[in-house]
């Protein structure tokens, strides 16, 4: 077997090649097909450079996972890195509204920079980092398949795998710039069910009770949880109801998107928001919960300092942090176990979740050699 060349013999030309490859097999959360298909190419480059894999069957409707395992066996704590293959796009975003281009220094398409990108230059600097003996602790990567809707099927894989950690490192995008992330909002995410009484909206109006209408007063009641001092953000993202203009709607559902800084916010209007209480003549059911705890920059904050005196010393980069933001990983996680946790190791760039997405592929080559370092260091 021909061994593949080091993060630091990766041409940007090379690089981009294959991270296009990637980005042509559409990967979409519901598309377990699609997913797969990213874990079949994931786990053949693996096998080519030489990397031990296990395949996870994927459950409740997902796709697969894959492990990777690596350096010195020995019975420590080791080093375990976390990407996941899916994206929010929908299948045809490749065809029709975000083709795979390169524009200057700019790789464009969907999920190259949440998270593609960053997934395919951890896994080169997980093979250059195995082939070596620099590392000292047993290395393992985790690719998941449901991050984009909340890691429902991962999570307790991802927490097993993180117990037996030293340490954690997360290839989400950098953030403006190449900083890497040290702290991040917990996710609560609810759905809401609102009955209220049909009735025929010309002959028999005065009888119904509209459950459009008792349901944008609760919208208004949960908008107004937001206190941007407290970084409290209540979002009602989605919205259903009715069966047809002429009937007084018996049920409208919606969904809730909740964002805190603290645990005890969570608690505290997870609460609130499961204890909302209807008008007199409707029902209303809520479901839901936090689904990612906060993520402290405390969790991580010497390995954080591990990292930038790593990236100034050896590579001549100053590596900055957002230590707070509002979008949840798989390293919230991970953190509140109270594993060392550094996210935002992959691709710099911008358009997460947009049709403008794009990778800058001058940061490829640093990043690759920055987790690299990291896997032989720590």
Do not use: Q, S, W
């Given at each position: 077997m021909t061994p593949s060349p080091s993060p630091k013999d990766v041409s940007p030309e090379r690089a981009v090649a294959a991270i296009s490859r990637w980005l042509a097999v559409e990967s979409p959360t519901d598309s377990a097909d699609?997913?797969?298909?990213?874990?079949?190419l994931v786990a053949d480059e693996a096998a080519t450079l030489g990397l031990a894999a296990e395949r996870v069957p994927g459950r409740d409707g997902f796709g697969d996972n894959l492990?990777?395992?690596?350096?010195?066996?020995?019975?420590?704590p080791g080093i375990?890195?976390?990407s996941h293959l899916d994206t929010v796009h929908p299948i045809g975003t490749l065809a029709h509204d975000l083709p795979v281009r390169v524009e200057g220094d700019r790789l464009y398409g969907p999920g190259v920079y949440d998270m593609k990108g960053g997934a395919w230059l951890a896994l080169q600097a997980f093979a250059a980092a195995a082939r070596g003996t620099a590392a000292r602790r047993p290395l393992t990567f985790l690719f998941t398949s449901?991050?984009?809707t909340g890691s429902q099927s991962t999570r307790g894989l991802i927490e097993d795998l993180g117990r037996r950690s030293a340490a954690v490192l997360v290839t989400e995008p950098g953030r403006d710039g190449g900083k890497v992330v040290t702290g991040r909002k917990g996710v609560g995410r609810f759905d809401v069910h609102v009955e209220g009484r049909p009735s025929h909206a010309?002959?028999?109006?005065?009888?119904?009770?509209?459950?459009?209408r008792e349901a944008a007063r609760l919208i208004l009641e949960i908008e107004g949880l937001t206190d941007y001092s407290r970084g409290v953000t209540t979002t009602v993202g989605t919205i259903g109801g009715g069966t047809a203009e002429n009937v007084v709607p018996q049920h409208c559902r919606f969904a809730v998107d909740l964002r805190v800084?603290?645990?005890?916010?969570?608690?505290?209007?997870?609460?609130?928001i499961l204890g909302l209480r209807a008008a007199e003549d409707f029902r209303v059911g809520v479901t839901g919960g936090m689904n990612r705890p906060p993520y402290d920059a405390k969790a991580g904050a010497a390995l954080y300092a591990r990292a930038r005196a790593l990236a100034r010393d050896e590579l001549g980069i100053d590596l900055g942090e957002v230590p707070l933001t509002g979008g949840g990983s798989d390293g919230n996680f991970t953190a509140a176990l109270g594993i060392p946790t550094l996210d935002g190791l992959g691709i710099d760039g911008d358009g997460a979740h947009t049709l403008q997405e794009y990778g800058l592929i001058s940061s490829i080559a640093p990043r690759m050699r920055l987790v690299q370092r990291l896997l032989e260091t720590l």
């Open positions: 699609g997913v797969n298909r990213m874990m079949d492990i990777l395992r690596a350096g010195p066996r020995t019975g420590g375990l890195v976390l449901d991050e984009e010309g002959t028999r109006h005065a009888d119904g009770r509209n459950a459009i800084v603290t645990a005890a916010d969570g608690e505290d209007y997870a609460g609130r």
